[in-house]
């Protein structure tokens, strides 16, 4: 059948006028699809394949389903005085309310966090720095392997670091505005925002606070009182939330509902102090904000910056102070950290973009000590998979190509980053390249490895159990009593099997019809073989039906 010429000379136009029309406006169109893709990575998640973290996800997410389903949010549900403020749960109560119970209603708070501490702290350093510096930072903190494990993680860490950056975004624009009007709002929203984060985070608002005091004072302290009225203001409105959450807990439970809260601040903050955090947390930094931490770390030692940023007490002193203040805790873990990754970006951002040498021999120090790490991490990559297939095969659950095409991609990437590192033509150009090079692969293949449940799914087992369709049927209509489980296995149950209940009576147990126990060997050892067998058994964990009742 021959095909009309009239049809033809239709295609050759239309194709021509696309063709222009993308050659014309390529600048803003590849941006645009590159956008489109990152944010992607953020949402395109197959919750199928995702289990929560025992004890602080399966927490988090038992107390704010409590929450959810309570009548009044500021008073706590629970049945002894809480150690934190109840803004701890909100954000995913909330989420339960609109979404109902799924790990996609429990970690979306973080998700949409995440995407918009992106955007604030780019806006952020766009006001310090640079607009250059402000893209690298914002691929900074968004590659960093830390930041994209708490996207996708069900806690209040993220909301209380957006929170930060709405204190500091807030702040800057007063200092930038010269209508009063807009200064005195943003002033405002500047001190809400400071009180949120307490009713959020409770105590641990006080770090990135006093952090803080020495560039908000200084330049607070230099303006009318009015401006000082509505910062204040500002701050007493936000404390109304923590104010009304205290209340009814004094209400409830006496002035132990008050002092439970910084019981538990004093126990965090003050104690023994542990050399191992000094051991620690500079690993923990190397690697949970690879390759940033490392390449800042190595541009400090062996150049100095040519850049002066914006308001000095902001960029570095907040920081340190914060900084300090976390080491000197008796009890710190990696995602008390996490405020401190934008600050991070920025500080890399500002020093990547134009420095020179401290000696003679920096530029060629920096591209042999870059090239011993990748080479390092490489021979480590390539020696894991190759040697540990059956745990590829085991977390991938049963898909192992998804792995070896995502690391393969990594590695590439390091492998043609060196085509930047050894090019001595422009040594701060190449560095820039040879980041972007790195940081993209790896943003990718950390998000997909979190999104398709290889990384960052530590129970798949316990869902795949709940989700049989024996079990399913049995946990539906029945209740469930739990006997002898393990803490964390028992924290997630609490969670997906809301009517269950915890026993520690051996000598009732005959008594209820379906029981979990932890292992075979409690089933003989407590001689309950005779009245109750097996239905299904999961990571040493068995479901037990009652044959006598």
């Known amino acids: 059948m021959q095909i009309p010429l009239s049809n033809i000379i239709n ?73 934190k403020t109840l803004g701890s749960y909100w954000f995913i109560a909330l989420s339960i309310r609109l979404f109902g119970n799924s790990e996609l209603a429990l970690r979306l708070p973080s998700i949409l966090s995440s995407f918009l501490c992106l955007i604030i702290s780019y806006l952020i350093a766009l006001k310090t720095t640079n607009s250059k510096s402000a893209l690298i930072s914002l691929f900074s903190l968004s590659s960093m392997p830390l930041w994209i494990q708490y996207s996708r993680y069900a806690s209040p860490d993220l909301p209380f670091v957006l929170c930060i950056l709405l204190v500091i975004l807030f702040f800057l624009k007063s200092l930038d505005s010269s209508k009063y009007i807009s200064q005195y709002f943003n002033l405002f929203c500047s001190g809400l925002f400071i009180s949120s984060s307490f009713f959020i985070r409770s105590y641990m608002a006080f770090v990135p606070f006093i952090g803080l005091t020495p560039f908000i004072f200084y330049h607070l302290f230099r303006k009318e009182f009015t401006f000082k009225l509505f910062f204040c203001t500002g701050i007493a409105v936000g404390f109304i939330p923590t104010f009304l959450n205290l209340y009814f807990s004094v209400q409830k439970f006496g002035i132990s509902g008050i002092t439970s809260l910084f019981d538990f601040a004093k ?245 209820y019809k379906y029981v979990i126990i932890s292992n075979s060997n409690l089933l003989k050892k407590l001689n309950l073989n005779q009245f109750f067998i097996p239905v299904k058994k999961f990571d040493n964990h068995l479901l037990l039906v009652n044959i006598a009742s």
Not at 56 to 71: H, Q, V, W
Request: charged share 10%; glycine share 4%.
């Open 267 to 511: 126990k965090q903050a003050i104690g023994e102090f542990g050399f191992n955090n000094l051991l620690l947390v500079p690993i923990n930094f190397l690697y949970l904000t690879f390759p940033i931490g490392i390449l800042l770390l190595i541009l400090f030692v062996f150049t100095g910056s040519n850049n002066k940023a914006n308001y000095p007490l902001l960029i570095y002193c907040y920081p340190l102070i914060s900084l300090i203040l976390l080491l000197c805790m008796s009890t710190s873990y990696p995602h008390y950290y996490l405020f401190l990754l934008p600050s991070l970006s920025l500080i890399f951002g500002n020093y990547i973009t134009s420095y020179s040498s401290r000696f003679s021999f920096s530029n060629s120090t920096i591209r042999y000590l870059v090239f011993i790490i990748l080479l390092l991490i490489s021979s480590i990559l390539l020696f894991s998979i190759l040697r540990y297939t059956d745990l590829v095969f085991l977390y991938s659950k049963g898909n192992p190509l998804i792995v070896y095409i995502l690391i393969s991609l990594i590695l590439l990437s390091y492998i043609a980053s060196l085509r930047f590192l050894f090019n001595i033509k422009n040594q701060n150009s190449n560095l820039i390249n040879f980041f972007y090079n790195i940081i993209i692969p790896q943003y990718i293949s950390l998000s997909l490895l979190l999104n398709f449940g290889v990384l960052g799914n530590p129970n798949h087992n316990t869902k795949l159990f709940l989700k049989d369709a024996e079990v399913s049927s049995i946990i539906n209509s029945n209740t469930i009593y739990l006997l002898g489980v393990d803490s964390k296995i028992e924290t997630l149950l609490s969670y997906y099997l809301p009517s269950s209940r915890i026993v520690d009576d051996f000598e009732v147990i005959s008594k």
């Open 11 to 83: 295609y050759m136009k239309i194709k021509v006028v696309v063709s222009n029309f993308f050659l014309k406006n390529k600048k803003i169109i590849l941006p645009f699809f590159a956008v489109l893709f990152f944010i992607s990575l953020y949402f395109l998640i197959d919750f199928s394949s995702q289990s929560l973290v025992a004890h602080d996800e399966g927490l988090y997410a038992r107390r704010a389903r409590l929450i959810e389903s309570s009548a009044n949010w500021f008073s706590p549900p629970f049945i002894s005085p809480h150690h």
